[in-house]
């Protein structure tokens, strides 16, 4: 009887033994709903990448997560081996959970009394990153194997490696093996060699132990052993084994966002919000930009350089002042300024496509993150006055027009008080007659106004709709350059005088890619503005402007450049604006508060530099850049007193004088 009783109660407890495992397996999986949608749908966030013209990165942009998206069919086959060899020899035969690896794990634990190895799939490692905590309990790893059961019957196994590929933390900030391989070796997933496969599929087991950026000879040795996993297994062949281990790969410790360009990047976000693109940070856009990297920084340099020069010379000039007023007490000294408040901008096009290839908004970022360039609106002063010339060029002036340059008093009316104007030259003299070319040239002041009552102010107001400026000032002070913009939209404006006579819309993005596909593409504008001569003629004048005119400091040797200097009242602006043969660039400082800058700090003298530099720095980049001007079909060259006149169908040459009779120049 107790033989029964003891053989009921054993097999009771054997019974019960086997039915728990079921018993608790049912209870899980009735107590949770174990919805695998963020898998079946897997969908994560990805990093937008910036590029300049020629693919070079500019930036990355992301929300939390740093991770580019690789599809299955971009991820190497050599990967996956590296990967199944590592981490779940029997990934592609196994539903999800190993048993036996499970049981040996058991048995494991028993004789260790604690865990001593993992008994975890790619697809429960997957389950664990995506849809479960890290948390160690057993409760957890039940969830784990009915979630990597459930996934096995939902996803193909490709399908499970995608997501895991792209899914899981590779350190330094990087998530998905194509991120990591970017970041590390700044290759694509198929320029990796074996080693550096090796090195990434054994990222995943311990990111921060293992990252080739902290402690790089434990990393090696962990992705020695994928390999030598591969070799065991017989994946690779000797050769390609041995050549693997004594590899040492070049790795890179760079910052997630690798920001070169912060306002490119800014300027990028501002654009794509115009385009309907809301989720530039999360979205895996590759957008492409029209900047040169290698542009952009020179013009950095150039602008930071014309700055801190200004700021030696502004000292100069205090210690200069200062001995002056020792020996001359009734010298008037310059009022202070405060240069913490000076800055500037610089802003480079393609001439003939309106390609931005550099654009600064300021001389340090990390300052200021404001962008004068495009968002700051300022008076252009006297490098407004080439559209008036054009105008007048266009109606058949010519450079050797004479002009008149004295000085008259206007009479207007303001708030029914009648007021005065007694505009002057910056040189405070008058030449009488002054040829327009060499009125342009030295910026004469009363020439332009002259010139502007000569054409008509409403007719020049009319002629002046075509380049397409707007709240142009309808009173004689147009002839001065009151009306503000900015640094990018005069920029837009001077490709009427740099492309020939065509103005072209200034461009930033080339195109917006998404999941392989093409969402915005550029498109070029241009608006015809004057016939080739006429803008060649402009260019001569702009040239000697630069040759021997107000622009002297904006000078590079080995290349033509042609502009215009522009310096408001009272030094409040100083502007360089011009062009090369090919590439036109407009540069502007001033102190943000609108003040003056120091008295003698004007536009040639502070932004000239600036420009120089910039061409210079142009011509080390691209020594095979065209370097001349070329003149157009239909231009007459004629030496007039020793210099060169340009002359057209509508710029006709002045008509010769009779031969003066000796008797009458008595008389007079």
């Known amino acids: 009887m ?128 995506v849809l479960l905590t890290r948390e160690k309990k057993l409760s957890r790893k039940i969830k784990e194997a009915i979630f990597a059961l459930k996934i ?10 995608e997501c895991y590929l792209n899914e899981i933390y590779y350190g330094h900030g990087y998530y998905g093996i194509k991120t990591a391989a970017d970041g590390y070796f700044h290759k694509k997933l198929d320029d990796l060699t074996l080693k550096e496969m090796a090195i990434l599929v054994g990222l995943p087991k311990a990111p921060s132990t293992y990252a080739p950026t902290k402690n790089y000879e434990i990393s090696m040795g962990r992705a020695n052993r994928v390999i ?7 994946w690779i062949d000797e050769d390609t084994y041995t050549e693997a281990l004594l590899e040492s790969p070049k790795v890179f410790d760079d910052t997630l966002t690798q920001n070169k360009a912060p306002f490119i990047v ?56 200062a001995k002056i007023l020792e020996t001359n007490p009734e010298y008037e000294i310059s009022q202070d300024v405060n240069t913490t408040l000076l800055n500037g901008s610089l802003v480079s096009l393609d001439s003939k496509t309106g390609d931005i290839l550099a654009l600064v908004g300021s001389v340090d970022y990390k300052t200021s993150s404001y962008n ?79 010139l502007v009552n000569d054409i008509g102010l409403e007719q020049l107001l009319r002629e002046l709709k075509k380049f397409g400026i707007e709240n142009l000032p309808h009173n004689l002070s147009i002839s001065l350059g009151t009306i503000t913009l900015s640094p990018l939209e005069l920029a837009k404006y001077y490709t009427s005088f740099a492309n020939h006579g065509l103005q072209v819309e200034p461009h930033l993005i080339i195109s917006i890619d998404k999941n392989a596909k093409t969402i ?33 400091n904006a000078r590079a040797k080995g290349i033509e450049l042609a502009g215009k200097t522009g310096t408001t009242n009272n030094n409040i602006d100083g502007w360089f604006a011009g062009y ?31 420009f120089s530099q910039f061409y ?42 009779k031969e003066a009779n000796a008797e009458e120049e008595l008389l007079f």
């Open 266 to 321: 800014d300027e990028v976000a501002r654009r794509a919000s115009g385009l309907g693109i809301q989720d530039m940070k999360t979205g895996g856009y590759e957008i492409y930009t029209t900047i040169d990297i290698r542009l952009q920084e020179a013009a950095r340099d150039a602008l930071k350089n014309a700055y801190d020069n200004s700021l030696e010379r502004i000292e100069g000039y205090k210690v200069r002042e």
């Open 152 to 161: 096995e019957r939902a996803l193909t196994k490709e399908q499970i490696l």
């Open 372 to 450: 004068r360039a495009t968002q700051g609106k300022r008076l252009p002063g006297s490098a407004f006055k080439p559209f008036i010339y054009q105008v007048a060029v266009d109606l058949g002036y010519s450079g050797a027009t004479e002009l008149v340059d004295i000085a008259r008093t206007y009479t207007y009316e303001k708030d029914g008080e009648e007021m005065k104007w007694q505009p002057n030259n910056y040189e405070k003299n008058y030449k009488g007659l002054i040829s327009l070319r060499e009125a342009l040239i030295h910026s004469r002041n009363l020439a332009t106004i002259n």
């Open 2 to 129: 107790m033989r029964t009783k003891l053989k009921n109660i054993f097999f009771s407890i054997l019974l019960l033994g086997f039915l728990t495992p079921f018993l608790v397996l049912g209870y899980f999986l009735t107590a949770h709903s174990y919805d695998i949608s963020p898998l079946t749908n897997y969908n994560p966030d990805v990093t937008t990448r910036i590029y300049d013209k020629n693919g070079d990165k500019i930036a990355n942009i992301f929300d939390e997560k740093h991770r580019y998206y690789a599809s299955f069919s971009e991820i190497p086959p050599r990967v996956i081996e590296a990967l199944v060899a590592i981490e779940d020899t029997t990934f592609f035969e196994h539903p999800g959970i190993n048993i036996d690896a499970i049981f040996r794990a058991g048995i494991k634990v028993i004789k260790a009394g604690k865990a001593v190895e993992g008994a975890s799939t790619i697809t429960q490692q997957l389950v664990k990153n």
């Open 580 to 610: 090369s043969p090919t590439i036109e660039t407009i540069v502007w400082f001033g102190n943000d508060d609108n003040t003056p800058m120091h008295r003698w700090e004007t536009g040639g003298k502070i932004a000239g530099p600036a």
């Open 520 to 552: 915005y593409e550029k498109t070029q504008s241009t608006n015809y503005i004057t016939a080739p001569t006429q803008a060649y003629i402009m260019t001569t004048i702009l040239r000697d402007v630069v040759n021997r005119g107000t622009g002297r």
């Open 616 to 657: 210079e720095n142009v011509l080390r980049l691209y020594p095979q850049i065209q370097r001349e001007f070329v003149a157009p079909e239909g231009i007459v060259e004629v030496d007039i007193g020793g210099r060169k006149e340009y002359f057209s169908d509508i710029s006709k040459p002045p008509r010769a004088e």
């Open 228 to 234: 030598s996993r591969m070799h065991i297994l017989g």
